[in-house]
């Protein structure tokens, strides 16, 4: 593959208003020129995706971050400072260029800097802000690889750049700075121990600025279970013994093991839920929400 020209041919279609999906380094997503509406709204009939939810934008730097923010807080320049590129979504009050579709009519936005080396120099070479969701049918597993994309999106996406499998296998954590404290809305990779070493205390919540808020989310079609196997059907038990034991490995295999399994055609997938801990709170969230 000659990268400088599907770079070019993606960066041109992403400036006409078409659908191109990109791996980042958590889950592949599905962009589109965030300052587009109507390319945005491809974004959602393409995923059968809700208007409710609304879609994180993706930037090339902390400049263009700064650029799409009605206010950019203290906080949110140390967190920039401290984890993009990174698997961190910081949502801030937004300019009006940002559609209103982007973000469900919310009057903030969330923005990251994927560390992926492919998802940034697309970002680079196509100079506008992508809002990029996971790159699949709407609460379905997440895509970490361009063959996931492929076959849960088919030809509703216009190219699909490959750039092997996600390192992190998850989505971002997402913190929001749009109200008086600030609060995590989604667990990620990047834990809440971590994200107080640099801000100070932050709340855990959820809350409506923040994608990947349905009660099943991430989920394959096979049925998930929390803890104990039924006692009947053909079934695949994924507890701690037979997973990585460390969250970072663990949260990388997941959704590409469930892609696996998906396709066995299994009565269930049992799934041990693993530690309380900070460390694992974006895998506990992600494994409860397959779960429905």
């Known amino acids: 593959m000659d990268t400088a ?27 589109a020129n965030a300052l587009d509406a109507d390319a945005v709204r491809r974004i959602f009939e393409a995923k059968g995706r809700p208007l409710t939810s609304p879609l994180i934008v993706h930037v090339a730097s902390v400049d263009q971050a700064r650029e799409l923010a009605a206010v950019w807080p203290r906080e949110a320049e140390e967190l920039a400072r401290a984890f993009w590129p990174g698997p961190l979504t910081i949502v801030v009050p937004k300019k009006s260029c940002i559609p209103d579709l982007v973000t469900a009519s919310l009057p903030s936005v969330g923005l990251r800097i994927p560390a992926h080396p492919l998802a940034l120099r697309l970002l680079q070479v196509c100079g506008i802000p992508l809002a990029a969701p996971s790159a699949n049918r709407f609460t379905g597993i997440s895509p970490t690889t361009a063959e996931h994309v492929r076959a849960g999106l088919g030809e509703a996406v216009d190219m699909v750049l490959d750039g092997g499998p996600c390192d992190v296998g998850i989505e971002s954590a997402v913190v929001s700075l749009a109200g008086p404290t600030p609060k995590i809305l989604r667990p990620g990779q990047i834990g809440r121990d971590r994200i ?12 409506a600025e923040s994608p990947g808020q349905h009660h099943k989310h991430y989920s394959p079609r096979t049925r998930v279970i929390l803890g104990t196997p039924p006692n009947s059907g053909c079934g695949k038990v994924l507890d701690l013994k037979s997973m990585p034991t460390n969250a970072d490995a663990y949260a990388r295999r997941l959704y590409a093991l469930l892609h696996e399994l998906d396709q066995e055609g299994l009565d269930w997938i049992a799934i041990e839920m693993p530690p309380n ?11 409860a929400r397959a779960a429905g």
Do not use: C, H, K, M
């Open 5 to 31: 020209s599907e770079l070019e041919r993606a960066a041109a279609l992403l400036r006409a208003g078409r659908l191109v999906a990109f791996p980042t380094e958590t889950v592949y997503g599905l962009g």
């Open 277 to 287: 801990t900070s460390n694992w709170a974006g895998v506990r969230d992600r494994i």
């Open 196 to 207: 107080e070493a640099v801000i100070g205390p932050v709340e855990v919540g959820t809350g």
